[in-house]
Nanobody, 123 residues
Framework: QVQLVESGGGLVQPGGSLRLSCAAS????????IGWFRQAPGKEREGVSC????????YYKDSVKGRFTISRDIAKNTVYLQMNSLKPEDTAVYYC????????????????WGQGTQVTVSS
C-alpha cells in the first residue's frame, strides 16, 4: 500500500521552529520527488518546497527561502522540512506529496498525498 504520513506539526510562537516529517511506505524515495504543499483556511493550496530523487535538486517558495530547509533520509524513507523563524502567515495544514523522479510546481502533477499536519504560528 502506498502511503505518506506527515508528523511534527503543532502550535508554536512567532520566531519559533518546527520540523515536519514525511514517512513514505509502499515505494522508495530513490525514484520519487517529494514536495511540501500547504493550505490555509479560505486559501488555495500552495507549493512550499520540493526535493527530487534524480539529483537531489531542491526548490523553495520565495517567502520561505532562508527559513525552511528540506532534506531526505533514504535509509529511513523519510523527508523532512525544518521550519525556522516561523511567522503567523506560515499557519496552514502542511501536506507532503510524491511524483515520479522530478519536482513540479503544479499540484495536479503529484500522484500521492498525505493527510496533512497542522502548523499554527501564534502568540
Amino acid at each position: 500500500q502506498v502511503q505518506l504520513v506527515e508528523s511534527g506539526g503543532g502550535l508554536v510562537q512567532p520566531g519559533g521552529s518546527l520540523r515536519l516529517s514525511c514517512a513514505a511506505s509502499g515505494f522508495t524515495l530513490d525514484y520519487y520527488a517529494i514536495g511540501w504543499f500547504r493550505q490555509a483556511p479560505g486559501k488555495e493550496r500552495e507549493g512550499v518546497s520540493c526535493i527530487s530523487s534524480s539529483d537531489g535538486s531542491i526548490y523553495y517558495k520565495d517567502s520561505v527561502k532562508g527559513r525552511f530547509t528540506i532534506s531526505r533520509d533514504i535509509a529511513k524513507n523519510t523527508v523532512y522540512l525544518q521550519m525556522n523563524s516561523l511567522k503567523p502567515e506560515d499557519t496552514a495544514v502542511y501536506y507532503c506529496t510524491a511524483r515520479h523522479v522530478l519536482c513540479s510546481r503544479e499540484q495536479n502533477q503529484y500522484d500521492y498525498w498525505g493527510q496533512g499536519t497542522q502548523v499554527t504560528v501564534s502568540s
